[in-house]
């Protein structure tokens, strides 16, 4: 029998993101879409290009009936699912999109989010979302929260690299690129047209919360403090992020590890030796390719990674998790190539 889902917040980019994947799930059925300003709304009058499909209308929260739900994703702004999680029913597994739980120290979540977490006591009960990494915790959780796309296009690469110690920790320099779709569908000043378009620029330098990730997970699988540099930029494009990333350590190591460590990872591609991918190479897919390139200066490498922010940095990574967390198949109902042009 299928397995039956919430989508809270289904208005937003990424909870329709996971309306469209879950619509052709072969294991997974929609039991509720939430919505906050647009509840009571038809799906298809708040996304056009999804009203051919049979959906429930958007309700708001309070109006989900959890008792028919097997697990609920929380595609919510931030500050919200720790308040929501601990009044679900305790059968309810939940895979949630927010920064609410990725913090496994909940004074990390008030340092990097400016407000204190309102349940931490749920907190050390919570996987960290990163299925190739953490499939085993995943497994066993009962919430799990998704990765930050950035932190996810960084991660990919380095943990298995830091863990193997075939690169220096110190220093890893982190240049990531985002589409416009990571700052969600929400009305602001920074995402308008005339703001974006025909221009690239840097935010939040030196100070961008997913550093509060990076440094965590970096931390985890070196044993010790590490603080990678990381600075996003804003590209006019609608979804896709890239990370190139600066490291101390053999390219050929560095490729014979990722290759050995992703050899049977059905969502990760390393590249030969010397290439590099392109976003629209990931586009649409739950995909992560990887490239690695020798630089000028021997024992320095950089490293390439690609992934498209509402999959693999959001959406297609909560299915992913979802699958594993309801003992199915981990690829189910991903896999979709990816559109190109
Ligand atoms: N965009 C990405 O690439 C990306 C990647 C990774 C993680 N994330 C994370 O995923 C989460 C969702 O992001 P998004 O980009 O999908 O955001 P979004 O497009 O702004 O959507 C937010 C959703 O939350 C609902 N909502 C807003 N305020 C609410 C409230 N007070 N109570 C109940 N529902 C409320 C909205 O409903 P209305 O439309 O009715 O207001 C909408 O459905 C965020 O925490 C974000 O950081 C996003």
């Known amino acids: 029998m299928n397995k039956k889902v919430a989508i809270l917040g289904a208005s937003g980019y990424t909870g329709a993101e996971i309306v469209r994947l879950v619509a052709t799930h ?3 059925e929609i039991a509720a879409l939430s919505a906050e300003r647009k509840a009571g709304m038809a799906m298809g009058d708040v996304f056009a290009q999804l009203g051919h499909l049979d959906l429930p209308d958007l309700v708001r929260i309070s109006d989900v009936d959890f008792q028919q739900v097997d697990l609920a994703f929380l595609a919510l702004p931030y500050g919200l699912s720790h308040e929501l999680v601990p009044g679900l029913p305790d059968h309810v597994k939940v895979v949630d999109l927010s920064a609410d739980f990725r913090f496994r120290d909940v004074a990390d979540y008030a340092r990097w989010y400016g407000r204190e977490h309102k349940a931490p006591k749920i907190q050390p009960t919570v996987a960290y979302g990163l299925p190739e990494i953490y499939r085993s915790e995943i497994a066993a959780a009962r919430i799990t929260a998704n990765t930050g796309c950035y932190v996810a296009t960084s991660l990919l690469p380095l943990i298995p690299l830091v863990r193997a110690q075939v690169i220096d920790p110190h220093p890893i320099v982190i240049d990531a690129k985002s589409g416009v779709s990571g700052a969600g569908r929400a009305l ?8 974006v ?12 919360r997913h550093m509060g990730e990076l440094d965590q997970e970096l931390s985890l699988a070196a044993g010790a403090p590490v603080t990678p540099s990381f600075t996003p930029h804003l590209v006019p494009m609608s979804r896709g992020m890239m990370a190139t990333i600066y490291v101390d350590g053999d390219a050929d190591a560095v490729h ?3 290759a ?3 050899s049977d990872a059905p969502f990760v591609t390393v590249l030969p030796l010397g290439k590099a991918p392109s976003t629209s190479h990931v586009k649409g897919s739950n995909r992560c390719h990887i490239g690695v390139v020798a630089d000028r200066a021997k024992g320095r490498t950089i490293i ?3 992934l498209d922010n509402l999959m693999k940095g959001a959406s297609g990574q909560a299915v992913q998790i979802a699958n594993i967390m309801l003992g199915l198949d981990e690829t189910a109902g991903l896999k979709l190539a990816p559109i190109f042009p």
Request: net charge negative.
């Open 188 to 195: 602001r000043e920074s995402s308008l047209f005339c703001e």
């Open 304 to 306: 390439v990674s690609v």
């Open 256 to 258: 014979e590890t990722l």
């Open 260 to 262: 050995a460590f992703y």
């Open 26 to 28: 072969p294991d997974l």
């Open 197 to 208: 378009n025909e221009g690239f620029s840097a935010y939040g330098i030196a100070h961008h």
